[in-house]
């Protein structure tokens, strides 16, 4: 939804795999922040602190992928 955030900061096991179909969201990731924009895609561990935003006033639509490998 427009202006919103995603949950609280978190961690957890595995990896994470964004690809922005509409729109624009900003991973926070640790310290950092990546706008990844549509069409844009971003991989990362899921053990890194991490938070996504919508800072548009419109809708973003985006497909998100997690794994968690158990041994």
Known sequence: APETSHGEPMTHPGEEFVYVLEGEVIVS???????VKAGETMH?????THHWRN??????RLISM???TIF
């Open 29 to 35: 990731l640790e310290d950092m922040e990546y706008h």
């Open 44 to 48: 990362y561990p899921s053990t890194f």
């Open 55 to 60: 800072p548009l006033k419109t809708e973003t």
């Open 66 to 68: 997690t794994s968690n």
